[in-house]
C-alpha cells in the first residue's frame, strides 16, 4: 500500500533544542496522526489531526496537517531525555498508512 | 481512547511450531486490527478482523499462515503458525474506536529460534 515518505530517519540532538520532523504522501489523507514508541512498547498516540490546515499542540508538542493534505508535520520544543523513542507518522483514509519513523537520541 | 492488553508480552519458539496471541480492549470495538513491526521498521498491516465475519488480510498474508478469532466486540487472536525464524517480530494490536484514530496494545515480542 501506500507509504509515507517521513524525514529525517534518525535525529541526535542535545538536551534543549527543539524538534522537526515531517511527513509527506503522493496521496491525499483525510486524518494525520502522530505516534511515539518507546523500546518495548506499542505506538502511543501524541496527536490527531483531521481538517488540512489545522494546527494542534499537546504541551511542548505541536503538528500542522497540511492544507494540501498530503504532508504533515511535528514539532517538538524544548526537548528533555524522555523524549528519546521513535516517532511515526500516519496518514488515515479507510485504512491507515505509517511513515517509517523518525529515531530521536536527546544527549543530556 | 482504549486500553489495551495483549498475551504474552514475549516468547521465545522453536521453528516449526505456533503461538497464539490475545489482544483484550476494555470497551467494544467493531474494528480491530493486527500489524506486524518487524525490527528497525514501521507498521505492516496483517489483517482487519471485524466480529462476526471473517477476517480480511493484506497482500501477502494468508489465512492458513495468520488465522485470526474474533469472538466478541473485546477480544481477538491472532495465530502465527509453522514458525520460522523470519516470523521473529513485534505483533501488535489495535482498535478503531469512532472510526477516527487507532490505539496499539504494548505487542507481543516473538523471537523463533
Known amino acids: 500500500g501506500q507509504q509515507l515518505n517521513q524525514s529525517p530517519q534518525s535525529m541526535f540532538i542535545q538536551e534543549g533544542e527543539d524538534v522537526s520532523m515531517n511527513c509527506t504522501s503522493s496521496s491525499i489523507f483525510n486524518t494525520w496522526l502522530w505516534y511515539k514508541q518507546e523500546p518495548g512498547e506499542g505506538p502511543v498516540l501524541l496527536i490527531a489531526l483531521y481538517k488540512a490546515g489545522e494546527l494542534t499542540s499537546n504541551g511542548r508538542l505541536t503538528a500542522q496537517f497540511g492544507i494540501t493534505r498530503k504532508d504533515s508535520f511535528l514539532n517538538i520544543s524544548a526537548s528533555i531525555p524522555s523524549d528519546v523513542g521513535i516517532y511515526f507518522c500516519?496518514?488515515?483514509?479507510?485504512?491507515?498508512?505509517f511513515g517509517a519513523g523518525t529515531r530521536l537520541t536527546v544527549k543530556p | 481512547s482504549a486500553v489495551i492488553s495483549q498475551k504474552p508480552s514475549r516468547d521465545i519458539c522453536q521453528r516449526g511450531t505456533s503461538l497464539t496471541i490475545q489482544c483484550q480492549v476494555d470497551?467494544?470495538?467493531?474494528?480491530m486490527f493486527w500489524y506486524r513491526q518487524q525490527p528497525g521498521q514501521s507498521l505492516t498491516l496483517i489483517a482487519t478482523?471485524?466480529?462476526?465475519?471473517?477476517?480480511?488480510?493484506e497482500s501477502g498474508f494468508v489465512i492458513d499462515k495468520f488465522p485470526i478469532s474474533r469472538p466478541n466486540l473485546t477480544f481477538s487472536t491472532l495465530t502465527v503458525s509453522n514458525l520460522s525464524p523470519e516470523d521473529s517480530s513485534i505483533y501488535l494490536c489495535s482498535v478503531e474506536p469512532g472510526g477516527e484514530t487507532q490505539y496499539f496494545g504494548p505487542g507481543t515480542r516473538l523471537l523463533v529460534l
Open positions: 500516519a496518514g488515515m483514509n479507510n485504512d491507515m498508512r
Open positions: 478482523a471485524n466480529q462476526g465475519s471473517e477476517a480480511t488480510y
Open positions: 470497551s467494544q470495538v467493531t474494528m
